[in-house]
């Protein structure tokens, strides 16, 4: 019954969020049990509220989260959420340099079919060292084709007290885009399907509309490879995913590209709450 109403989706709801340090809200630091069972909870009402509010009728959803400490605390939250049919997609295991693993992890949750999954990590060309990687799962999106997803969590500008820095973040940030485009040109199933469908989501940590990010190319590559920005046309004020604070105006950090797809007919904010210094954001694509 599941999989035949998958056949036969008409959408796709897709949901993008930096959890901040998930689940002990704090920078390489775990949490009592108590705590983190805590901000377990409010994670997954929080994604559940926004799922009853706008899922409609055999929608595939495809999630994505950034900032997780490793898979398990992903597995748990996803078990949390009791979504029909979503479960754990992709989930990655990024390193530091000491060879420990990451407390920022990226990771897709779908109630789709999963036909491959995996993570990567960024390349370093140009002597440009970009964190991290990102996470990827190959969806069966029925009738319709496949869904190529891609999660990821770019460098940001925290700390950055030079124009040094910043343009270095910036480099590293715009050679990510680079590699997506590259990999979706060449993206196909283990079979040899095509795949015509792609969506890229997660913390970009640039806003285009700002004029701080304004010689950045990061949005710019995907533009120009055929991605559309799922907030096209949004008025600013009506999609801020970082509310600001006394050194940083609002901005807009989390989006969702997509191509493929026929158009956008839903983008939207969910109220900032305690549990992560950024908002969850909703699109639905058709």
């Known amino acids: 019954m599941f999989y035949s109403a998958i056949l036969s989706l008409c959408a796709v709801l ?20 108590r705590v983190e069972a805590a901000n377990r909870a409010d994670a997954a009402e929080n994604v559940k509220n926004g799922l009853v509010a706008r899922v409609g009728k055999g929608d595939g959803v495809v999630l994505f989260f950034q900032e997780m400490r490793d898979g398990d605390v992903f597995s748990n939250l996803v078990a949390t959420i009791e979504w029909d049919g979503l479960r754990m997609a992709s989930v990655s295991s990024f390193r530091e340099r000491d060879n420990r693993l990451g407390w ?116 710019a590559i995907l533009l120009e490879a055929g991605f559309k920005d799922g907030w096209a046309g949004v008025p600013g004020a009506e999609r801020v995913t970082l509310p600001g604070s006394r050194r940083n105006p609002d901005r ?11 158009a956008c007919t839903l983008h939207v904010v969910d109220p900032e709450i305690p549990l992560s210094d950024h908002c969850m954001a909703w699109f639905r694509f058709e």
Not at 126 to 141: I, N, S
Not at 252 to 262: A, E, N, P
Request: proline share 6%; charged share 30%; net charge positive.
């Open 104 to 219: 920022q992890q990226c990771g897709i949750a779908s109630n789709l079919p999963v036909v491959d999954s995996g993570f990567s990590y960024w390349k370093r060309p140009r002597k440009v060292f970009p964190p991290r990687g990102y996470a990827y799962a190959l969806l069966d999106g029925g009738e319709d084709g496949l869904i190529a997803c891609y999660c990821i969590h770019l460098k940001s500008d925290y700390g950055a007290t030079t124009d040094e820095i910043r343009r270095a973040n910036r480099e590293k940030r715009e050679v990510c885009m680079e590699q997506l485009v590259a990999a979706a040109k060449k993206i196909k199933s283990p079979d040899g399907r095509p795949v015509k469908r792609i969506l890229i989501g997660g913390d970009f940590n640039a806003d285009p509309s700002a004029p701080r990010y304004g010689d950045e190319r990061t949005a």
């Open 14 to 33: 897709c949901g993008t969020w930096n959890l901040k340090w998930y689940p002990s809200g704090r920078a390489e630091h775990r949490a009592s049990e």
């Open 252 to 262: 807009t950090l989390d989006f969702v590209y997509y191509r493929g797809f026929d």
